[in-house]
């Protein structure tokens, strides 16, 4: 069985961390459900680590059914989430609706996330309307890159704070079943998680926030060069790729690779004439 929106809030209610993180394929997702996390994220981060684009604006919406798809079809137990892509919500009330109706329906996920405060409840209380779970998103929101000129903290100002704290009661009272916070100062996070009754979902945020979320390419160590503060690299996964495949190369290119461990047996001695007759 799915973990559902019910078991999600229980987590919260009993004390108990949320675990997210991201995937958008078939070997990613199914690790992430043996190791147990709760809720896989298909963010719009694909954009950046999977498509290898300098930000996620690109990704469109055929991109994100397409991958929430295959996540949802190889997992049983997490709950899946997706992520609203740039322009899929902004533009009216109703093409927002049924682009979230369509992560649902054709993806299989069950809730869409959308980055954005108080400029979007209208739209959100919509979609909860319409028996869509929506998970909010305040802080750095990767989206809104060109306005804020770079992936910096958010909230550090006391107006800014005020902002984002404004803007998760008010998802909250639009119905979110949950927010991630994204690069703000913990102190913020922890204010807002202890005012808010619906869970709230780190990252960049410190340690008091319900639950925590990491993109898998980051915390697997997937790009040596890439080492923000906030991630806690699990893996150095990229060394380790190279190393593999310089391996590879270096036994192929001296023979020592394939030997006749991994080479496949004729049936029997005549097949072997035949064959050596024929050619
Ligand atoms: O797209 C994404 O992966 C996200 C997480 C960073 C929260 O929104």
């Known amino acids: 069985m799915r973990i559902t929106v019910p078991d999600i809030q229980l987590l919260k209610n009993n004390g108990q961390k949320i675990v997210m993180i991201t995937a958008y394929d078939s070997f990613f997702s199914m690790y992430a459900e043996k190791a147990g996390v709760d809720i896989i994220l298909v963010g719009d ?18 991109e994100m059914i397409y991958h929430t798809k295959i996540v949802s079809k190889n997992t049983k137990k997490p709950f899946i989430v997706a992520d609203m892509p740039f322009m899929s919500y902004q533009i009216s009330t109703e093409k927002a609706i049924e682009n979230a109706g369509r992560l649902i329906k054709e993806g299989k996920a069950q809730a869409v996330k959308i980055e954005g405060g108080i400029e979007f409840i209208d739209v959100i209380e919509k979609m909860v309307r319409a028996s869509i779970p929506v998970m909010g998103h305040l802080g750095l929101l990767p989206q809104s890159i060109h306005k804020i000129g770079s992936f910096k903290v958010q909230g550090k100002e006391y107006n800014e704070a005020e902002e984002i704290f404004k803007s998760a009661k008010a998802l909250q009272n639009a119905g979110v079943f949950a927010i991630v916070l994204e690069a703000i100062p913990y102190e913020l996070a922890k204010k807002i998680t202890d005012e808010l009754t619906i869970p709230t979902i780190g990252i960049g945020a410190g340690p008091y926030t319900d639950g925590q979320v990491l993109v898998i390419q980051d915390m697997l160590g997937m790009n040596e060069s ?18 593999a495949i310089e391996s590879y190369k270096n036994e192929v290119k001296s023979g020592m690779f394939p030997t006749l461990e991994h080479s496949f047996r004729s049936k029997n001695r005549e097949t072997i004439s035949l064959y050596s007759v024929k050619n």
Request: glycine share 6%; proline share 3%.
């Open 45 to 62: 981060s694909l954009g950046m680590v999977v498509q290898g684009e300098e930000n996620t604006l690109s990704v469109t919406m055929d």
């Open 226 to 243: 890439f080492s923000p503060k906030f991630v806690k690299k699990y893996l150095s996964l990229e060394k380790m790729a190279i190393e």
